[in-house]
């Protein structure tokens, strides 16, 4: 059970959520997985698996998938969660808000 209260997606653009995750392959080393969704529509917009994921390589990837759907730094999700965590902008506007670390 989530402690953010529920957002309304009764449109598409309005959230997308990034999940990040972590595991290994069967000769014990690491993967990491990110991919987001649109909330409203459950469309995939983004999927990375590699041994290593950047900021720099995942910032490139969200301009990518940014572009892909029609929106520019101030567009897309117009309110991005808030969680008690920083919440960070990189260098060309767009926000990237990290989930509640427990």
Request: net charge negative.
């Amino acid at each position: 059970m989530s402690s953010i209260p529920p957002i309304d997606t009764a449109a598409p653009k309005a959230v997308w959520a990034i999940d990040f995750q972590f595991d290994s392959t069967v000769d014990g080393k690491a993967i990491k997985i990110a991919s987001m969704i649109e909330e409203h529509t459950r469309e995939s917009l983004l999927h990375m698996v590699a041994r290593s994921i950047t900021a720099e390589h995942l910032v490139t990837e969200l301009e990518t998938v940014f572009a892909a759907a029609g929106a520019g730094p101030h567009s897309g999700p117009a309110s991005p969660l808030t969680c008690p965590c920083e919440q960070h902008v990189c260098p060309r506007g767009h926000v990237i808000v990290c989930g509640a670390r427990t």
